[in-house]
């Protein structure tokens, strides 16, 4: 099936700085990208849609000015977490499916563990 | 909300198979139904997906039932690696998938 990668895979940083994370997708191109955030023992949850070119859109509770997304390209988008609080630690994970050839599923990324200290 | 409904966990004795049910009685014509599973710690990883027929692939098959309300994955022959959480989730290509608590399988030896 597709790849998805995500870069890094676990981050530690400390409160007041921020963040980037990268989710590409290896072998395909796609317009839209999905950013989802999952606390210890609980599911997925999805934060953003990531369109290529566009502006992002946001779930409600998501602030757009502290979770930056950007998908410059059809294989990249980053996920920027700014001015990072502790709270902000979490499994940080992307999805994307292809825009052209046989579609109908998506693929998830590896996910991003991030500590804020 | 998740559209789906999953009994919370499983037992599965290992080289058994593991059927793992889904309610979604809500379903609309047009969206499929999918499964994934997240293994610790790991991103969620795809199972296989199927509108109205049944499907098998490699890893496992999809039998949905005539009027779409529910559906079975079916591992035939459960290894200790399909120890994992399993999401069953109706949509469409190009929508965000929504995640309900899924079913925790445990393979046992």
């Known amino acids: 099936g597709a790849v998805v990668s995500q870069h890094p895979s676990w981050v530690i940083c400390k409160s007041g700085t921020s963040v980037k994370i990268e989710c590409r997708s290896l072998d395909f191109q796609a317009t839209t990208m999905f950013w989802y955030r999952q606390f210890p023992k609980q599911s997925l949850m999805l ?12 779930e409600q509770g998501v602030e757009k000015d502290k979770f930056l997304i950007n998908h410059a390209s ?8 700014t001015s990072a609080h502790p709270e902000d630690s979490s499994f940080y994970i992307c999805s994307a499916g292809p825009t052209s050839g046989p579609q109908e599923t998506q693929y998830f ?4 563990r991030l500590l804020v200290l | 909300d998740a559209k789906t409904t999953q009994p919370p966990s499983m037992d599965c004795a290992e080289g058994r198979a593991a059927n793992l049910p889904c309610n979604h009685s809500t379903i609309s014509g047009n969206e499929y139904v999918y499964w ?5 710690s790991q991103g969620p990883q795809y199972i296989i997906h199927g509108l109205k027929n049944n499907e098998t692939n490699e890893m496992a098959s999809l039998i949905i039932t005539e009027d779409r309300k529910s559906s079975t994955l079916i591992l035939p022959h459960a290894t200790l690696r399909d120890t994992a959480v399993y999401y069953c989730i109706v949509g469409n290509y190009g929508q965000n998938f929504v995640f309900g608590p899924g079913t925790r399988l445990s393979v046992l030896p």
Do not use: D, F, W
């Not at chain 1, 934060?47 to 946001?58: P, R």
């Not at chain 1, 990324?109 to 991003?112: N, Y």
């Open chain 1, 74 to 81: 059809l294989t990249l988008s980053t996920l920027t977490v």
């Open chain 2, 36 to 40: 994934y599973r997240q293994i610790h």
């Open chain 1, 47 to 58: 934060m953003a849609t990531s369109n290529e070119g566009s502006k992002a859109t946001y």
């Open chain 1, 109 to 112: 990324g590896p996910g991003t």
